[in-house]
T-cell receptor, first 112, second 112 residues
C-alpha cells in the first residue's frame, strides 16, 4: 500500500468554523489530490498539486483552499465550513501526470 | 453533467458466478480508463486499467473491456467471491492530464 495518511479521520464541527484536513505521504510523489465523495456523485476533485507551492482547482473548488509547503504534506482548508461540505474527503497521490492515483483512508467531516 | 456514468447503483451475484459492472462515458477525448474498488471506511484501491489503444485487459479474475464506438466499458469478475463485495468506481482521464473523472459507483454484493 502507498504510504498515505490523513488526519483527522473523523471530525465534527459547527457551521462557520475553519477546518483544516491534512494529507501526508511517504512516497515522495509529485502529485497530490483532494477529492470529496458524496452519494450520487462519486468522487469529485476539489484541488490538486503538481509540486511544492504549485496547486490548481478541480471541479468543486469553491469554499476550499489548499497549501503545499513540503512534498509530503498537502493541506485542505475550509475557511468557513458549511453544512454542504459534510462529506468524506480523500487524498490521493501519483508519481507522474499519467501514473495511477493511490488513495488515502479518508476523513469523514460533519458540519452541523 | 456527468461525463462518466454508472447506471446500476447495485448488483447482487452468487459466489462463483460472473459479475459484470458497466460504465458509460460521454467525452470522446478520454483515452485512459480505470476501475477502483472501495470497502467501507477505506479509501478506493486501484484494481485495473485500460488504455484506449486496447479493447481488453486482463488481470487474474478481473477483465476490463472497452468499446470505444459505444463509449462503454465493463469490468468482469470471474469467478466472483464474497471478498469482492464492495463499491466499484470507474474513472476516466484525457491524454496527458492529471484529472480523473469518476462515475457514481456500483455496489456489488456477492452472496454464498
Amino acid at each position: 500500500d502507498a504510504g498515505i495518511t490523513q488526519s483527522p479521520r473523523h471530525k465534527v464541527t459547527e457551521t462557520g468554523t475553519p477546518v483544516t484536513l491534512r494529507c501526508h505521504q511517504t512516497e515522495n510523489h509529485r502529485y497530490m489530490y483532494w477529492y470529496r465523495q458524496d452519494p450520487g456523485h462519486g468522487l469529485r476533485l476539489i484541488h490538486y498539486s503538481y509540486g511544492v507551492k504549485d496547486t490548481d482547482k478541480g471541479e468543486v473548488s469553491d469554499g476550499y483552499s489548499v497549501s503545499r509547503s513540503k512534498t509530503e504534506d498537502f493541506l485542505l482548508t475550509l475557511e468557513s465550513a458549511t453544512s454542504s461540505q459534510t462529506s468524506v474527503y480523500f487524498c490521493a497521490i501519483s508519481e507522474s501526470i499519467t501514473d495511477t492515483q493511490y488513495f488515502g483512508p479518508g476523513t469523514r467531516l460533519t458540519v452541523l | 453533467d456527468q461525463q462518466v456514468k454508472q447506471n446500476s447503483p447495485s448488483l447482487s451475484v452468487q459466489e462463483g458466478r460472473i459479475s459484470i459492472l458497466n460504465c458509460d462515458y460521454t467525452n470522446s477525448m478520454f483515452d485512459y480508463f480505470l476501475w477502483y474498488k472501495k470497502y467501507p471506511a477505506e479509501g478506493p484501491t486501484f484494481l485495473i486499467s485500460i488504455s484506449s489503444i486496447k479493447d481488453k485487459n486482463e488481470d487474474g479474475r478481473f477483465t476490463v473491456f472497452l468499446n470505444k464506438s459505444a463509449k462503454h466499458l465493463s469490468l468482469h469478475i470471474v469467478p466472483s467471491q464474497p471478498g469482492d463485495s464492495a463499491v466499484y468506481f470507474c474513472a476516466a482521464s484525457e491524454e496527458n492530464t492529471d484529472k480523473l473523472i469518476f462515475g457514481t459507483g456500483t455496489r456489488l454484493q456477492v452472496f454464498p
